[in-house]
């Protein structure tokens, strides 16, 4: 049987809704760079795609208890984000 180490809850937070395919490719370019932050426990923190402000994705992976929260949002809209970050917070992840 198959044991699932992390669960990966994904957020997709950029203001034209990016496919699911696209988003899917920025989330494994992130876990194929391994762990590689916290002295090689944790996946990277925030990972950055492109060079154009306004079209950079951004992936941030932050530790949870049974997993990682992953945002995927524009370089752009980081003031939305803390905002939203705030509501998902008082979530139970």
């Known amino acids: 049987m198959l044991k699932i180490k992390n669960k990966f809850i ?4 950029t203001p034209n809704k990016i ?5 899917f490719y920025y989330v494994n370019e992130c876990i194929k760079q391994g762990k590689i932050s916290n002295d090689n426990t944790e996946y990277c923190y925030v990972t950055t795609f492109g060079y ?3 079209n950079r994705i951004v992936v941030s992976m932050q530790k949870t208890k049974y997993g990682y929260r992953v945002a995927v949002y524009n370089e752009n809209e980081i003031k939305r984000l803390k905002e939203l970050e705030k509501e998902v917070s008082n979530e139970n992840i």
């Open 10 to 13: 994904i957020y997709n937070y």
């Open 19 to 23: 496919t699911d395919l696209d988003l």
């Open 52 to 54: 154009e402000t306004e």
